[in-house]
């Protein structure tokens, strides 16, 4: 971390890692809006072209496609801290170096973070690492209206029906039911996430930054940069959609909407789950979720979820 961080220094890299559908997405854009960070610089919202994830399914584009490919897909988008070589290292940095920013922090959001943290951490020893954590349950079922939506069925991801974050051994996480296949790719994800908790900064749950988004923005921005809390800084508290499992959920991603806030009814388009589908994941998931509660307790105000 670099707490006095000036305009004139390079700035501050924070980067959020995170399941998809955890609230990565709603992290940057909240993120994004504050003075201090830069419109985010990066090809493309993620990053992929930055990183070597293209095409992002299946990458081939140095230095992170060249490590996939190189173990057949094997390892997923994990990357082990071993792999942060020199040439690895130079070009990233110098990748960096050439965006052009000139506020205090920059931020990438890419979920497949969340599998490479020691590889982070090794390349960018100073970067501020955030994971957002979102409880099985919702997460699991925004995970679902990905395969369930007609306009994703020619996408690419399609190929290796799988889509997001492949863990390793991801392809004998493969399923006809899709909520197995959802379950196990979070109970592997999150399993990664646990294990290198140590290079993670701060941890932040869905529901608590729907609740205080501006407490978070500006814990971040603190802890990151060494900018103080901004009164002038507020964002209303948002809508948690973490119950839509129980109630059915239209299938569009609420990031493809402009505003964050006064969300109109929309059609239910994805059936809740039932009881039974409920029971299911929450036992399938219950270690891993239980050590993030725990975690939580610790921590005061952790990622704390609850359904």
């Known amino acids: ?41 990066f ?42 070589d020199h040439r690895v290292r130079r070009v990233l940095e110098e990748r960096l170096a050439a965006l052009t920013v000139c506020k205090p922090a920059i931020v990438n959001k890419n979920p497949y973070h969340t599998v490479r943290l020691p590889w982070l951490k090794a390349i960018f020893p100073q970067s501020f690492i955030v994971a957002t ?11 679902l209206k990905k395969y369930v939506r007609q306009d994703e069925c020619d996408r690419p991801w399609r190929e290796d029906r799988w889509y997001g974050v492949k863990p390793r051994y991801w392809r004998h996480m493969l399923s006809a039911d899709l909520q197995t296949q959802c379950a ?26 729907c609740l205080n988004p501006a407490r978070v923005v500006q814990r971040i921005l603190a802890e ?21 499992y129980r109630r059915g959920a239209p299938l569009r991603s609420k990031n493809e909407l402009d505003r964050l806030d006064a969300i109109a009814p929309e059609p239910i388009e994805l ?8 029971a299911r994941i929450e036992a399938q998931c219950a270690e891993i979720q239980n050590n993030f509660e725990v975690l939580s307790h610790s921590a005061g105000d952790g990622p704390s979820e609850g359904t």
């Open 271 to 278: 059936p809740p789950f039932s009881a039974g589908e409920i």
């Open 133 to 143: 954590v979102r409880h099985a349950v919702p997460n699991i079922y925004s995970l």
């Open 184 to 209: 196990r790719q979070w109970c592997g994800v999150m399993s990664k996430l646990w294990d290198d908790r140590a290079h993670i900064d701060l941890f932040v749950s869905y529901r608590q930054l």
């Open 43 to 84: 090809d493309g919202v993620e990053g992929h072209a930055y990183w070597g994830n293209v095409p992002s399914h299946s990458p081939r584009e140095f230095p992170a496609g060249t490590i996939y490919t190189s173990q057949d897909g094997n390892a997923g988008h994990e990357i082990s801290g071993i792999a942060a």
């Open 1 to 41: 971390m670099n707490p006095d961080n000036p305009l004139n220094r390079q700035p501050q890299l924070i980067l959020i890692s995170g399941l998809q559908k955890s609230g990565t997405s709603l992290l940057l854009r909240l993120l994004v809006e504050h003075t201090a960070v830069a419109e985010n610089p």
């Open 224 to 244: 990151a940069c060494g900018i103080e809390p901004d009164c002038a800084v507020h964002i209303p508290r948002l809508q948690c959609f973490d119950d839509e």
